[in-house]
């Protein structure tokens, strides 16, 4: 006969983490509620553990305002420890971050599309990314033109950030990849931005050298000099009138004077 030990130990190793049970509430406290799940171990739901049903957003504070002693509720196995089975209302995710590794082919569901790629749920916390050139081998220029929202389909895993929590994923990885010239002929033909440069034969002008300060100088004094002659004309003019009637003046007091002698 086997020993109560011995017993446990037995039916501790056919519990797993995930695993679902219809537990029936046998007593409650401060700290959590005992469930009977059918096993030889209580089952022990602790109060962080406890979701109310119809805001599964808020709180729980006092474990009586949600469930009841011989309340039966759904629970999910959180860890198998040597005297009791630890429980949760939160249904756990089908993948655990630290299950998530790279080469790993995983099976999902496209949620998301975006310009830049496709995102896939996974059953992880966040769904994973598949770039838009790891689509295919082809060429695709935006992720619709190949996979809708809903599609189901099988990637691998390339880079796991557990920091930042990214998944970054591969279609291509899994597909067989084409050969050279086959998907050298299905890529198009990138246009060239650049435009066809216009020769225009402009014609050659006569470069005429700046005009030194002493040619500036000179051209202004040549200026006024040129403004300047009628007035230098008038003034030689007048100084001649002047000079000959000064003469004139001259010799009629030269001709008075010598009649008188």
């Given at each position: 006969m086997e020993s109560p030990i011995e017993q446990t130990s037995t039916v501790q190793t056919s519990l797993k983490p995930k695993q679902k049970f219809e537990?029936?509430?046998?007593?409650?406290?401060?700290q959590g509620a005992i469930l009977d799940i059918g096993e030889k171990v209580p089952g022990f739901l602790h109060i962080s553990q406890v979701i109310n049903?119809?805001?599964?957003?808020?709180?729980?504070?006092?474990?009586?305002?949600?469930?009841?002693?011989?309340?039966?509720?759904?629970?999910?196995v959180r860890r198998v420890l040597k005297d009791h089975v630890e429980l949760t209302m939160r249904e756990p995710l089908g993948l655990e971050w630290r299950e998530i590794q790279p080469e790993m082919v995983l099976h999902?569901?496209?949620?998301r599309l975006e310009t830049f790629?496709?995102?896939?749920?996974?059953?992880?916390?966040?769904?994973?990314?598949?770039?838009?050139?790891?689509?295919s081998h082809n060429y695709v220029k935006v992720p619709a033109e190949v996979v809708r929202i809903g599609d189901e389909v099988d990637?691998?895993?390339?880079?796991?950030?557990?920091?930042?929590?990214?998944?970054?994923?591969?279609m291509k990885a899994l597909q067989e990849a084409p050969e050279p010239e086959e998907a050298e002929q299905k890529r198009p033909a990138r246009k060239s931005k650049a435009k066809k440069e216009v020769e225009v034969e402009t014609p050659v002008?006569?470069?005429?050298?700046?005009?030194?300060?002493?040619?500036?100088?000179?051209?202004?004094a040549m200026d006024r000099a040129e403004k300047r002659k009628p007035q230098t004309a008038n003034r030689i003019k007048?100084?001649?009138?002047?000079?000959?009637?000064?003469?004139?003046?001259?010799?009629?007091?030269?001709?008075?004077?010598?009649?008188?002698?």
């Open positions: 537990g029936k509430v046998m007593k409650t406290s401060l049903i119809g805001n599964p957003d808020a709180v729980v504070k006092n474990l009586e305002d949600v469930i009841k002693v011989g309340d039966t509720v759904s629970v999910w999902g569901k496209i949620v790629g496709v995102f896939v749920e996974l059953g992880a916390e966040r769904p994973g990314l598949v770039h838009v050139s790891e689509i990637v691998k895993v390339l880079e796991v950030d557990r920091r930042k929590k990214q998944i970054k994923l591969s002008e006569e470069v005429i050298p700046d005009p030194t300060f002493m040619e500036i100088a000179l051209r202004q007048r100084a001649k009138d002047l000079e000959s009637e000064q003469d004139d003046i001259f010799d009629r007091t030269l001709k008075g004077k010598q009649n008188q002698d």
